[in-house]
């Protein structure tokens, strides 16, 4: 690991300070991804910002929702009695992820900017225009059974690794930013950004800009949701294709709303607004998760070693709608 | 108990020097090698007390297994490194070191963390417990005890890591079924296998409490 520069600022405009001030200055919170992409050589920072005494641990209601500190850890947000009761889509995205140790350590800010697993991201000898722009895209005719079916470019065919982001993602969240110019706030599904023609930047924060806090709106789905990640062992590793379902149902079994989202398949949490919109209305009966599974597929685009996915995500999404709708 | 142990040197346990002086220096030899032109050119210069200086040092007080130290290190040092290298703790293990396999798993203020992903200057005021802190003098952890009694290990070398996360585990009260425990403890990997035993040992000490 090379050399850097320490701070630990008390207060956020310190710290945005000091960001704004180095040119590879980067913020360290849980440092579950980033102390390893700076071992791996990926990521060498001049200048860390050690952000863990900024006052953003917090989970506190606010507003008809729940205001979720950036410095809350994945474990406090999941364990929150708030959460477990109003959000339990979320709850269950964040223990579907990594381990307990990593999820003691990890911030929900820190979940948000985690960078892919994209195996070539991590190779310095293999080219990555995420990693080294212009430099190409290895896995694009290389080994890319973890790859995209969604939203990808010829630059990039990576997906982001998030669980609890595929959740944030059905559930509206609203991510609150601070920066140079002031505060503003970033509706989650414009947080993540597709690949285009620049694959190293994840996501449209502005340099400087540090998250404060991660706001979920006024609890919609309470009962009826289900997080399924499907992954080469049963715990403990990235998802192949991940779905966070949502339903609110009526006492005659029709959908009065439902939130689609998947996870694995694209450079940003995927939402399936198509299904979502056939299902509103209808009854919720296997037929019509089947359709609305289908849509879900429509402008799909496998490579060599992740064909798998086109039937897996469908499926996954049939049965993730299943077991919501069958929670009791 | 708190001794100060301001003096790391103090702290040296002398059987073991032979071997890790030397690796210590082959790293110390490799880590100039890695690093940019000024602390090379004051390496090939023989300029010992420069290179420190270069490092830029920070100030580090942390609590291990009851006992105070005030340090200072490179920014770059993980927790790991610091209970392994400089406080002589090598308990807890390096497998993977990218927080992949577990071995590294310690307490930092009661939460199982993977010490090998946490930059040791992140821990400043925290309170960390090693397996070294986990018996009382000679009385083994109830935890310790359930490992050796139902075989939870064969090579051992993932073991302090599997009975730091266990420990936690009973206490976040994830201990409701054989499927909750392995799932709860599924980032302590274990290449010999010994999960059965493992999870037994660990409902033993979960029925003994309740």
Not at chain 1, 5 to 29: E, H, M, N
Not at chain 1, 241 to 263: E, T
Not at chain 2, 161 to 173: C, D, F, H, P
Not at chain 2, 181 to 206: D, H, P, T
Request: aromatic residues 6%; charged residues 25%; glycine residues 8%.
């Amino acid at each position: 690991m090379n050399p850097f520069v320490y701070t630990r600022p008390a207060d956020t405009g310190t710290a945005i300070k000091s960001l704004s001030r180095g040119d590879q200055a980067f913020f360290l919170a849980g440092g579950t991804n980033l102390v390893d992409l700076m071992k791996m050589g990926v990521v060498v920072p001049e200048k860390i910002v050690d952000i863990n005494r900024l006052p953003l641990k917090n989970i506190e209601p606010v507003s008809g929702g729940l205001r979720l500190g950036a410095l809350a850890t994945n474990s406090e947000a999941a364990d929150h009695p708030e959460v477990l009761k109003n959000y339990p889509l979320l709850s269950l995205a964040i223990n579907a992820g990594a381990s307990a140790q990593l999820r003691n350590m990890a911030t929900v800010g820190g979940n948000l900017l985690q960078r892919t697993r994209c195996p070539y991201f991590f190779d310095l000898t293999m080219p990555c225009n995420k990693r080294a722009p212009g430099s190409g895209c290895g896995a694009l005719a290389g080994f890319n059974r973890m790859h995209a079916l969604f939203g990808a470019s010829d630059k990039c065919i990576a997906v982001n690794p998030s669980d609890m982001s595929v959740a944030l993602a059905a559930l509206d969240a609203v991510v609150r930013v601070k920066g140079p110019g002031g505060e503003r706030e970033i509706k989650f599904q414009d947080f993540h950004r597709l690949p285009g023609d620049e694959p190293q930047l994840d996501n449209t924060l502005a340099k400087g800009e540090l998250v404060m806090a991660v706001d979920l709106p006024p609890a919609a789905f309470t009962k009826h949701v289900h997080y399924l990640k499907v992954r080469d062992r049963s715990s403990y590793a990235f998802a192949l294709v991940s779905v966070a379902a949502a339903l609110d149902m009526d006492k005659d079994n029709s959908i009065r709303d439902v939130r689609l989202a998947m996870g694995g398949v694209a450079h940003r949490p995927w939402r399936l607004r198509a299904s979502e919109d056939f299902l509103k209305g209808r009854p919720a009966t296997e037929d019509n998760f089947k359709q609305a599974a289908q849509i879900a597929m429509q402008g799909a685009k496998a490579y060599q070693y992740n064909q798998f996915k086109l039937k897996l995500a469908p499926n996954t999404i049939l049965q993730a709608l299943k077991v919501a709708s069958t929670q009791v | 108990m708190s001794n100060k142990h301001d003096d790391l040197q103090d702290y040296k346990n002398p059987r073991d020097e032979s071997r890790r002086d030397f690796l210590k220096q082959s790293s110390l030899l490799s880590a100039i090698a890695l690093t940019p032109g000024a602390i090379r050119r004051a390496a090939e210069n023989k300029w010992d007390e420069k290179i420190a200086d270069e490092m830029g040092k920070v100030p580090l007080s942390l609590e291990v297994n009851g006992i105070s130290y005030n340090v200072k290190i490179d920014p770059r040092v993980t927790l790991l490194d610091l209970l392994r290298e400089q406080l002589h703790l090598t308990g807890s293990k390096k497998g993977c070191d990218r927080g992949q396999c577990g071995a590294c798993t310690v307490h930092a203020d009661g939460v199982r963390i993977n010490s090998c992903l946490s930059l040791a200057v992140t821990n400043d005021g925290k309170k960390i417990t090693t397996i070294e802190g986990l018996s009382r003098g000679d009385e083994l952890h109830p935890m310790q005890e359930a490992f050796i009694k139902h075989d939870g290990f064969q090579c051992g070398y993932c073991t302090s890591g599997q009975i730091m996360s266990a420990v936690a585990l009973v206490k976040e009260g994830r201990t409701q079924s054989a499927e909750q425990i392995s799932e709860f403890m599924s980032g302590n990997i274990c290449r010999c296998g010994a999960y059965s035993n493992i999870v037994k040992a660990i409902q033993e000490v979960k029925n003994q409490q309740s």
